[in-house]
């Protein structure tokens, strides 16, 4: 049989469509043909940016003798871990039960019911420190499928019952001042950022410890974002040229970046630079975020509106290639500005074969001759081949982005974020929601297969809530209500969230995982959704939802801060009041200009997270009942629990009323 990728909508899986291996999508199928054939399911998952999955995939999916070798004993699975993310985490967590650790590419070995009784990463085509190669590993399994059945059968329905052991509980209240004390433990007083190297952008607890400082005033809290924020941005893991972060910095300082640019990254970090400006004015936050927004625009979005998942790391078969610099590279292209450039960029060897990678650990004293040398510089490295695009379009991430261009769009002044961010929703709906079942993925405008997780849903409903305040589109508020209904239909039962629904696809465990990671988890998501539309609707039900969804996280927050940013803002949100703001905006003849001076200060100067409604008198949103126009002019009610202040019409008034102690 051949290989079976070239139709699907993956990029991932299209880029393994020519090897000869016989690879199979995930499918009912896939495992029938190993029951059929009585031959384990060798499972490999990873994403089209992963370095590592290149490597692996050139060493030994390539090769045609372990391709026949694959055939022979095995039925190959490949699958995409950001196109099914129940799946990989199922057989991540059994990777790390198994090894220690996890990380992609994933190679899984299955029974043909499904389960996992052997786990590792990437291995090798060749044995070297201490590694077994990958053949060995084959020849290895197939012995003991042979010889050994009932043992390897064993392992797999053990591992099996105790990852549906392993449920998450959450009886902890949040203690959101030890939180910041057990951050500040772990936080790098030199070099900024959380742990040792490899260092990951922590936006989620970055947002944290910015909404912790507006309510508290924690300058310590404040401290380690500004710290932090600066260090990423003036680092080589920020494109100085583009603008747009990296994965991650492989070294402790944020030099060397691990090059892939992913969707949830710079939609995270777009939204952490705009809420630090906010709070500081400092003009890094600003600019930091009008250049990432500009990334997501410029080489993120598609055709049909949409934001692409990721752009590779490797172009011509080099990590980094694309990004990285030689000395003579930049007096080829600058002339007499090389020197300067050099200097101001560290430009000493930092990456590989002399190379490096471009950072501006200060701020040019000539910000003219650097805009004009940066200009320059993009256009030559616009002549080598350009990194590889993952273009499918990813329901959460594109949430996650939603939410922080609109935030972006009205607080910097930027109606075109706003615009994008519409255009990126309007897709979700028409393309990925059928009825109130939302689709993972798309491509090219066509739906995948794949449905909707948790993530998926909470992060669309939280982008439509966002959009509803900064557009008054009654329609948005609709279509996160009708997706946040069907999360409490499907994902939630006895009180207890799961991470896919409960009419998906039935696999060997259930998954649940209240972890903050690199994205928000799927309850902590859920949460913020639900408190929003509780704040928008006054219903108890949607607020004993995301009190549900709070608690799921609370025993991380209380252990490990650190992976639970996300449940701790929200929890910090809702300790502010919290507040809920309706603005009258439109109406015929209303002053346009005026309306939208009260939403930029709402989303500017409120708690970030504030539930803000707009729109036009007898709007259909409980919120904004019996709330009018002011003697004709656009009006502002700050309220709590449905009781509202007196309307406001300036919006320094309404500035005033948020920020009393300004």
Known sequence: ????????????????????????????RAFAEARERDVPIFLSVGYSACHWCH???????????????????????????????????????ATVAMTG?????????????????????????????????FRQVLEAITDAWQNRRE?????????????????????????????????KLDFDPVDAGFGRAPKFPPSIVLDFLLRHHRRTGDEDALAMVAHTCDRMARGGMYDQLAGGFA?????????????????????????VYTHWWTISGDPL??????????????????????????????????????????????????????????????VTGTFEHGTSVLQLRQDPDDLDRWNRVRETLAQARSSRTYPGRDDKVVAAWNGLAITALTRAGVVLGKP?????????????????????RLYRTSRDGVRGSADGVLEDYAAVAQGCLTLLGATGDIEWYQVAETLLERVLEQFVADGSYFDTAADAEQLVWRPQDATDNATPSGVSLAAEAFATLASLTGSDRYETAAQQALQASSAIAHRAPRFAGRALAVAETIATGPLEIAIVTAAPG??????????????????????????????????????????????AYVCQKFTCRLPVTLPEHLRRELRPTD
């Open 101 to 133: 650790q996890g990380g992609w590419p994933m190679s899984v070995f299955l029974t043909p019911a499904g389960e996992p009784f052997f786990c590792g990463t990437y291995f090798p085509k060749d044995s070297r420190g201490g590694m077994a190669s």
């Open 1 to 28: 049989m051949a290989n079976e990728l070239g139709q699907s909508t993956s990029p991932y899986l299209r880029q393994h469509a020519g090897n000869p291996v016989e690879w199979r999508e995930w499918s009912e």
């Open 285 to 346: 936050a600003k600019r930091v975020a009008e250049e990432t927004a500009g990334f997501l625009l410029a080489e993120l979005r598609t055709p049909e509106g949409g934001f692409a998942s990721a752009l590779d790391a490797d172009t011509d078969g080099e990590e980094g290639k694309y990004y990285a610099w030689t000395p003579e590279q930049l007096r080829e292209a600058l002339g007499d500005d090389a020197d300067w450039v050099i200097d101001l960029c560290d």
């Open 151 to 183: 043992q390897l059968d064993g392992i797999g329905k053990r591992v099996v019952e105790q990852l549906g052991a392993q449920q998450p509980a959450g009886q902890e209240t949040f203690d959101l001042a030890q939180a910041v004390q057990l951050l």
């Open 416 to 436: 075109q974020y706003v615009e994008a961010a519409e255009a990126a929703a309007r897709l979700i709906r028409d393309v990925h929601l059928d009825g109130a």
């Open 247 to 271: 994965r991650y910095s492989v070294d402790g300082q944020w030099i060397v970046p691990h090059f892939e640019k992913m969707l949830y990254d710079n939609a995270l970090l777009l939204d």
């Open 55 to 93: 490597v692996m995939a050139h060493e030994s999916f390539e090769d045609a003798e372990t391709a026949a070798y694959l055939a022979e004993h095995f039925v190959s699975v490949k699958v995409d871990r950001e196109e099914r993310p129940d799946v990989d985490a199922i057989y991540m967590a």
């Open 590 to 635: 209303v002053d346009a200009a005026a309306a939208q001076g009260l939403v930029r200060v709402a989303f500017a100067d409120a708690p970030w997270g504030t539930p803000i409604a707009s729109g036009a008198p007898g709007s259909a949103v409980p919120l904004m009942a019996g709330r009018d126009l002011v003697g004709g002019v656009p009006a």
